[in-house]
Each structure stands twice: as structure tokens, then as C-alpha cells.
């Protein structure tokens, strides 16, 4: 901590102004110099439609595996040849689906872990129950108004928070960041502009932004006034950052799509310093109850998607990884068995990805419950063995280093004794 | 607060709550009848012609369809290919990969698709059932003379919450707008209440169809075929261990949401046993759109107590009609419909006293929904300088409001509905039966703020495809103040701050200066209409 706030302010030619006439931007700038270390940054990702956990992460050790599923199965790791791939061993046990290729260096390398058989104790088989109980983190529990990352953020306030602490890449604000506290939400940090459909050529677009600005700054609504500023100050950061003029760093190419998108934007905010904590990011196409595919095919697709997706991240990213977790999450999991169309059902457990600097990595985690007739959960899904709750406490306490997780888990009783220990 | 409003002020205030928006010919009728005579003929909605918007509506096929019809004409694309499949044609070996839409019981369809692909989606799935019901709710909002009825089916979808995308739900909530909430927006509270209760698109959301008693015949005799009424459908629609038992669901959120309210005086058992009273209320082939249906088998025909009301042994049906009898009189639900309207119709935080005397006429009356608004709508509170704009606009609201005060005309496609779902709103997208939060923080962040003032520049400037403002029409000469004058008034009444007179006034003289009027430039008037649409005032009501 070499430079303290005070020198900061002294030698910007600021402290003549006083802390409350500081532009927030700077005063942010002064906070971060002095915090030592940097800020803990989370990614939380969300396999919306239910991912198939048993074709992710195989485990091929278990006899009734290939059977249980005759037309999609991942060929064990023995098998494997130039022209028929398969499972990527991990540990003798458990493999890659053969499309999450890039993933395996991060694995060996002690970065990415694997929380298998995970999931909500509620037994719902609807997406629509499972992406909201696992969403606010309360399951059987409807009618909780926020999510869980936003209980995260209102428990942790920050003085003049960045408008980009909280950025979610989807359409509307995902139950997950739901809240009180303000969260960004956008599918493309490039239109967050002020045009209205009209070439910013146009004469007259910018006056009306200025006009906007002035109108907002000194207007008596405080809700509106505060929120336009950091509006403004959200696209002029923007407009610093040159968010549409990108190069990834160390050679990392993104995948096209959705999920590559958006993490290569969260990477741009976070090289940018702009003040992010937490990002959410989707990705979808899991629910394959016709042709999920084995090797090959509509599975087979989307894995290469998210696993080239988290590669580019953590590539593009480096060392500033040190800093960052990639949580990964699906509301359910799918039926152990395939059914009768080549695909599968809605399940129970599944396999959560967990990826980044502060991971103890190169394992996976959890206790397995087996794929026996009499160990399946109601007789045909994987049965869990860990609670989600207690993967997102994990990460909350020991990544983002919660004091106290009660206010995020209600109703649940968090106890350290159930983490995993993928962190710390 | 003992102050009221001046007349002109408060036959703005009385027509931006009960209407989607002060028009100018709302404000001539306000000063010719006042404002008791407007609340008299807006509270007897069936009295006031509505041909010209009923009109329109016509050209929506999918409104006058049935939801057997509907999931008929407009199947997922999932069942549609199954459906090809059964005829032996569309039989690919390797299928091509899926299009980036999700299936449709899938939370998250249409959230993650590109707006192009949600257009394309809209001509033959059932994403144009729910398309065509947002337009007939826009054009409603934007045009109906009928506006305070339009802004009770506002107010009741939001209260019966139903999201769109769980299920068979996105082909019943055509009929639930039509046929449960519409003709009770104005009624009685009790009907309203009850025909929520029976109908398939709640049943459904709530998954009070699949709840069976512990003791029913269903649990306890040899399993028929079909015990539900449907075949082998989809994965969601297949019977198994979990859809034998009680289902609480529904019986927690009638009592939390849409009636006792959270601190409304009930227990966990209580829960327990209104779900006892409701097994059996379930859905006639749901995936053929059938209808309500009690069915014995699933009832738990055993003796129950609610809220300290003993009820059963033998009421099969009659235990759910019961329960809704005694949740409708109950004391905290007249104080939690109360509530909620005062906080709709006045402000976040609502003097006691209003939704005391409102709960009052809430239970003289027996929830007779008129008299409570005329309660409201009467009161000293609503007519206080403390309700003036003590209101954020819902997306929604903004969107209706700008259009009345700007004339404006559109098809309500995509282009307009995704604009309101980039400031927060997607139409029939709340997941959670709470509804959307009637709370300005929640419509109100830096990304929806801007979307707000991308909306006004888009539709001032008329860049909003299918929809149109008359630029001409709106333009009084090209003096500023002239501009500004009429500009003001239709958007505002007139009310303004200086601050916002003053960034207008800036933003004129400067485009003039720039030579507005050539080809490529901003007319003054779209300037002068963005930035008052866009203003913190036009954000309120």
C-alpha cells in the first residue's frame, strides 16, 4: 500500500475541493489504492434449460453408465482413437465431455474444480421452479423478492459504488442479481449509448444528451438524479474504455455466441478497471429431451461453445485471474437413464464448474452417490450430495470474503463444515 | 398535507392515475363534467362505446381463439416437430442443431433470443399468442375510452401474477386476461378471486393441478390410465411420485399474495391444510386446453381447519369455495387489497388512514372494487401536493403515457414491446407469482434510465419501426416558446421544473443554430418532444 488516498487527492489537485465535491470516479480510484490486494471478482454463469451433468463431467468408472444411456453415451478415455474421441480422463473415475477439450489444461494446471452430484434439495423437475429457487437461493421458497448475488451486494454496500460493480449480460435483470442494489444489465455494453435509433451523425443527437445530462444533474428527484449520474458516468466510462475496439490479450479467441460475448465483455471491464464485482452471464440450450448426441451432436455443440467460452476468458485474463472466479450452474440435472427419444428428462444433481486464480482445482469434488438402480433419486436421477447453497457460501465467504452469509442464505443455516473446499 | 391541489393540477393528477395518460381532449372533458362526472362514467366501463379500439383488435386472430385452438394452431416448436415426425415426415437422421430459442417450457425463451429471432418466432409458435395478447393490452392502454377498466386489468394482472413461459401457461393467459381477470376488474372481489382459483392458466402457474391428497383414491387405489388426463407428452407432463402429493404451492401464495398478505395472520399449518382443501382442483387435459375440473380421486376428503374455520369431512369441491369465502371476508385481506391499491392509486408509502377508510369500504361493501376506489380516488390523500408525482411510470405506463400525449399510432410489434422490455418490463415475464414490485427503485437503474431516454429520442424522432408520431401535427410554428408551450402541455399539464424548462429552452436555441430543418438534422420539435419524455418529470405520474 504504497500511495495513500490523501496523496492521491493531494497530487490530482483535488483535496482543495473537499471529499463530498470529489467526482465519484476519483474518489472510487482513491478507495481501490488503498484496498490492499485486488478486488475479488465473481462470474457467475447460468446453463439455462437444465445442462446434462452426466454427459459433462462422465463418470465412466461407474459399470451401469454405458448402459443406462445406449445411444449417448461418452465412450470411456480407453477407448479412445483418432477417429472415435472420448471422455477426457480426470481421475481415473470422471471425464470431459470430449468438446470441453480447452477446459482439461485448466484442471491439471489446479484452476478449474468440479463440484459433481450438486444441486437443490427440492425435488421440482420444472425449469421455471428450479432457475427460481436456485436463482434466490431459497428452495420451496417462492415468493423471496431478490436474488442471491443481489442480498450479496446490499449486505456489502460500497460508498459511490461504480455503476459497473453489478453487470448482468441478458435481456432483463435475472432473478440472481434481482434487488435492491443497483445492478447494470445489458446483452451488449456497445449500445449502452444514448442514440434512440439515429445516427449519432444526426445533428442534434448529442445536444440532447447534454441536455439530458444538465436536466438529470440538477434536477430535485433525488432516485432520478442519482441514477442518471451514474447512467452518464456509466456511458462516458464506455466511452474511455472504447469498449467497441477490443483485442484480447495472450492470443485468446472467443467463441461466437452468447456466453463468448459476454465474458469477453466482463474481461474488457475488468482490464478497464471499472469497478466490477460481480458479473452474470447466461448460456442456453441444455434442455435436450430429443438427440442430445453423444461425441457428437447438439450437447456436443453447446459444451464446445461454454468451454472454448471459459478457455478465452481465462487466457485473456492472465494473471489478473489471481482475483477472479468463474462459478458455473444449471437449475436441475438430467434423467440418469436416456429415454426414448435419444435424449433425456428432467433429473436432479448435477456437476457445477468452479474456475479461476484463488480455485484449489484438479479434483472433483463431492461425494459420489452412484448410478445403481437403488442409489438413483426416485429411482432414475442422480442423487445429491451437495447442497448449491453451500457452494455459493463457499464462494461468497471465502472468495468474496462475507463476514457473515446468514443474510444471503435465509432460512438455511451455513456451516463451513459442509464447503467443499474448492477455495482457500 | 392538509393542502389540496389547484383544479387544474388535480384534474391532471386524477387523470394520470386513472388513465394510461392525460390526453388533451381528456383535460377539455375533465373541465366540461369535472372530475366526479369522469370517475362516475369510467366506473361503469360497460356504458362507454369502445368500437374504435375493439376494432383494432380484430386484426389479432389468436384473441378470439380458444386455448385448445390455440395449442393447436400454435404448438412449441418441439411438439411441432414431434408432431412431423408422428406423420413419418421431417425425419432427419442427424437433426440440425436447435435454433437459439429455448423450449418452451424453458424460463428463459425469448429472454436469451436475439430480438431479429424473436420477430421470426412471432409468425408461427406460441410466442404470437403472447405477442398478440401485449399488443391487445398496448392498444387497450393507449386507446381504449374505457381507461380506468384498462388500468384495473393492469393493476389485477399484476396482482394474479402469471408468468408466460412456465408450460402449457403461455396458450391460457389469452382466456385469463378475457375471461377471468377482465370481466371482474371492476367487480367484486370475492368473483374475482374465485375465478383466479378455477382457472387452468393459475391452476397451472401455481401447480395446484397436480396436487393430490395423501389419503385421495389416487394415492391409495390402483392407478387408472392417465390419472391426469393427458398422454405420454413431454417430460413435464409425466406423472411421478412427486405430482401424488400435496402441492402446497397454491395454497401459500393465495394467502400470502393475493389475499391475508405476508403478516396476514396465517401459519404454516394453515398453508398445509388450504392445499388440503384444493386437492382436486385441477385441469381437464391440460394439454389440450381443457378447463377447470374437480376430481374426487385426488381430494383429500378428511376434516380440515382453517384460520380457526373447521371445514369437511364431505365437501369435496365446497372445502376450496369455502376457504376462498372465509380468505375474501378476512379482515387483512380488505387491509392488503387496500394496500396495494393505495399504493398503486396514491404513493409507495400511503397515509394509514387512506388504506384504513379504504379497507373499510373493502369490507362494508364485501370487496365491492368500485366503491373501494372511489374511497381512494375521493379521498384528501390521493387529492394532495404529496401523491403529485409521487409515482414512478412503469415501462409500460411511460410507454402508454407518451403515446397519448404524443397522438402517437403504432402496430405494437416487436420493435415497441422489445423497447419496453430493455426498460424492465417484458409482458408476461415476471417469473414469481409476487408480480412485478409497484416500487420505483425496482423500475428504476442506470440501464433502464437510459432505455427510458432511448425510448423518448425513438419515438420523438420517429425511428421506432412500426410506429408513428405526426411531427406536423405537433409543430405550432417555429418560435420556441411556441414549441415549448404545446409541447409542455400535452406532456406535462404544464407542470415543469425550471431546470427542465431550462435544458429544453438550451437544446432549441442550439439545433436552431445548427440549421435545424435541413435534410439530416433533428426537428425542433422531435428535440423539444425527446427531451420531455425523457425529462424526471414525464418518469412520474
Not at chain 1, 458516468?233 to 483485442?247: C, F, H, K, M, V
Not at chain 2, 388426463?229 to 402446497?248: D, Y
Request: charge should be neutral; include cysteine; proline fraction near 7%.
Amino acid at each position: 500500500m504504497g500511495i495513500s488516498r490523501r496523496y492521491f487527492l493531494r497530487t490530482s489537485g483535488l483535496s482543495l475541493f473537499g471529499a463530498g465535491l470529489v467526482p465519484s470516479f476519483l474518489r472510487r480510484a482513491a478507495y481501490a489504492l488503498e484496498s490492499p490486494g485486488g478486488r475479488k471478482i465473481l462470474v457467475a454463469i447460468f446453463q439455462r434449460g437444465a445442462a446434462d451433468g452426466l454427459n459433462i463431467v462422465i463418470p465412466f468408472g461407474e459399470k451401469s453408465y454405458h448402459s443406462m444411456r445406449p445411444t449417448i453415451a461418452i465412450p470411456e478415455p480407453s477407448k479412445r482413437s483418432e477417429s472415435a474421441p472420448s471422455a477426457i480422463d480426470l481421475d481415473g473415475f470422471f471425464g470431459l465431455h470430449p468438446s470441453l477439450s480447452s477446459l482439461k489444461p485448466l484442471f491439471d494446471s489446479r484452476q478449474l474444480a468440479i463440484i459433481h452430484a450438486a444441486g437443490s434439495p427440492d425435488s421440482t423437475r420444472s425449469h421455471f421452479d428450479a432457475q427460481d429457487y436456485m436463482e434466490s437461493a431459497t428452495p420451496g421458497v417462492k415468493s423471496t423478492p431478490d436474488g442471491w448475488l443481489n442480498r450479496f451486494l446490499q449486505g456489502t454496500p460500497v460508498p459511490d459504488a461504480s455503476p459497473f460493480r453489478a453487470v448482468a449480460f441478458a435481456s432483463s435483470t435475472p432473478r440472481t442479481m434481482m434487488g435492491s442494489a443497483s445492478c447494470l444489465c445489458t446483452q451488449d455494453l456497445q449500445g449502452f449509448h444514448l442514440a434512440g435509433n439515429i445516427s449519432p451523425q444526426t445533428r442534434g443527437v448529442q445536444l440532447v444528451e447534454t441536455a439530458f445530462e444538465e436536466m438529470y444533474a440538477s434536477a430535485s428527484d433525488r432516485l432520478l438524479s442519482s441514477t442518471a449520474h451514474e447512467t452518464f458516468e456509466a456511458i462516458s466510462t464506455l466511452q474511455r474504455i472504447q469498449i467497441g475496439q477490443y483485442q484480447p490479450a495472450n492470443g485468446a479467441e472467443y467463441p461466437k455466441g452468447p456466453l463468448g460475448k459476454s465474458l469477453q465483455q466482463v474481461a474488457q471491464l475488468i482490464k478497464s478497471d471499472a469497478g466490477l464485482q460481480v458479473a452474470f452471464a447466461e448460456a442456453g440450450g441444455w434442455d435436450n429431451h430429443v438427440n442430445e448426441g453423444g461425441v457428437t451432436g447438439q450437447l456436443a455443440n453447446r459444451l464446445k461453445e461454454f468451454g472454448d467460452a471459459l478457455a478465452a476468458f481465462h487466457k485473456d485474463m492472465g494473471e489478473q485471474m489471481a482475483d477472479i472466479t468463474v462459478l458455473t450452474m444449471s437449475e436441475f440435472g438430467r434423467t440418469a437413464h436416456e429415454n426414448g427419444n435419444r435424449g433425456t428428462d428432467h433429473g436432479h444433481a448435477n456437476a457445477m464448474f468452479v474456475l479461476g486464480g484463488p480455485v484449489k482445482g484438479g479434483k472433483v469434488y463431492g461425494d459420489w452417490p452412484g448410478l445403481k438402480d437403488h442409489q438413483l433419486h426416485e429411482g432414475r436421477d442422480l442423487a445429491l450430495t451437495t447442497d448449491f447453497r453451500d457452494v455459493f457460501a463457499e464462494v461468497a465467504v471465502r472468495h468474496l470474503g462475507v463476514q457473515d452469509p446468514t443474510g444471503i442464505f435465509p432460512g438455511y443455516t451455513i456451516s463451513p463444515n459442509r464447503f467443499r473446499g474448492f477455495l482457500g | 398535507m392538509d393542502s389540496a391541489l389547484t383544479p387544474d393540477l388535480a384534474a391532471w393528477h386524477f387523470l394520470s392515475r386513472t388513465t394510461f395518460g392525460p390526453r388533451p381532449q381528456d383535460i377539455q372533458k375533465a373541465k366540461q363534467v369535472g372530475i366526479g362526472g369522469l370517475l362516475d362514467e369510467q366506473l361503469h366501463p360497460e356504458r362507454i362505446d369502445d368500437s374504435e379500439v375493439d376494432k383494432r383488435i380484430t386484426t389479432l386472430p389468436t384473441l378470439t381463439m380458444s386455448p385448445a385452438e390455440l395449442m393447436e394452431d400454435f404448438p412449441a416448436p418441439k411438439q411441432a416437430q414431434k408432431q412431423g415426425q408422428k406423420q413419418g415426415k421431417n425425419k432427419p437422421v442427424n437433426p440440425p442443431p436447435p435454433p437459439p430459442a429455448m423450449p418452451p417450457d424453458m424460463p428463459g425463451a425469448g429472454k436469451l433470443m436475439p430480438p431479429e429471432t424473436a420477430q421470426v418466432m412471432e409468425g408461427d409458435g406460441p410466442r404470437r399468442v403472447i405477442m398478440e395478447l401485449g399488443r391487445e393490452q398496448f392498444w387497450r392502454a393507449a386507446y381504449s375510452q374505457r381507461q380506468l377498466q384498462e388500468v384495473m386489468v393492469h393493476f389485477w394482472m399484476n396482482h394474479f401474477n402469471i408468468y408466460a413461459d412456465k408450460g402449457v401457461d403461455k396458450w391460457l393467459l389469452t382466456s385469463f386476461e378475457h375471461d377471468t381477470i377482465r370481466p371482474n376488474a371492476l367487480g367484486n372481489f370475492s368473483q374475482l378471486l374465485a375465478a383466479t382459483a378455477q382457472s387452468p392458466a393459475m391452476l397451472f402457474y401455481l401447480d395446484n393441478w397436480l396436487s393430490v391428497g395423501p389419503n385421495a383414491a389416487e394415492n391409495t387405489l390402483p392407478p387408472r390410465r392417465g390419472p391426469f388426463g393427458f398422454g405420454p407428452g413431454s417430460a413435464a407432463m409425466k406423472p411421478n411420485s412427486e405430482r401424488r402429493g400435496l402441492n402446497e404451492n397454491y395454497g401459500r401464495e393465495l394467502m400470502e399474495l393475493h389475499t391475508l398478505g405476508v403478516d396476514g395472520g396465517y401459519t404454516q399449518q394453515d398453508v398445509r391444510e388450504v392445499a388440503r382443501c384444493f386437492t382436486g382442483w385441477t385441469i381437464d387435459r391440460p394439454q389440450q386446453g381443457g378447463g377447470f375440473v374437480f376430481r374426487p380421486r385426488m381430494h383429500d376428503f378428511g376434516e380440515k381447519a382453517v384460520l380457526g374455520h373447521r371445514i369437511g369431512g364431505q365437501g369435496g369441491l365446497n372445502d376450496g369455495i369455502e376457504v376462498l369465502r372465509i380468505l375474501a371476508a378476512h379482515p387483512s385481506t380488505a387491509h392488503f387489497i387496500s394496500m396495494k391499491l393505495c399504493r398503486y392509486f396514491i404513493s409507495e408509502t400511503p397515509p394509514a388512514s387512506i388504506v384504513d377508510s379504504a379497507a373499510g369500504t373493502f369490507t362494508m361493501t364485501q370487496g365491492n372494487i368500485p366503491s373501494v376506489l372511489r374511497t381512494i380516488l375521493t379521498s384528501r390523500e390521493f387529492n394532495s401536493p404529496a401523491a403529485f408525482r409521487a409515482k414512478v411510470k412503469s415501462p409500460f405506463e411511460l410507454v402508454a403515457s407518451s403515446f397519448r400525449a404524443l397522438d402517437a399510432d403504432s402496430d405494437a410489434g416487436a420493435p415497441l414491446m422489445g423497447m419496453i422490455m430493455r426498460m424492465g418490463q417484458p409482458l408476461f415475464q415476471y417469473q414469481a407469482p409476487t408480480g412485478y414490485p409497484d416500487r420505483a427503485s425496482s423500475w428504476i437503474n442506470s440501464g433502464t434510465l437510459l432505455a427510458r431516454m432511448n425510448f423518448s429520442m425513438s419515438l420523438a424522432a420517429n425511428r421506432i419501426r412500426g410506429t408513428q408520431i405526426d411531427l406536423q401535427a405537433l409543430t405550432p410554428g417555429d418560435d420556441h416558446e411556441a414549441i415549448w408551450d404545446h409541447l409542455v402541455q400535452r406532456t406535462l399539464g404544464g407542470e415543469v421544473s425550471a431546470n427542465t424548462k431550462a435544458a429544453v429552452m438550451k437544446g432549441l436555441e442550439e439545433v436552431g443554430n445548427g440549421g435545424a430543418g435541413k435534410p439530416g438534422a433533428f426537428p425542433k420539435t422531435s428535440l423539444a418532444a425527446a427531451l420531455l419524455l425523457g425529462s424526471p418529470e414525464f418518469q412520474r405520474r
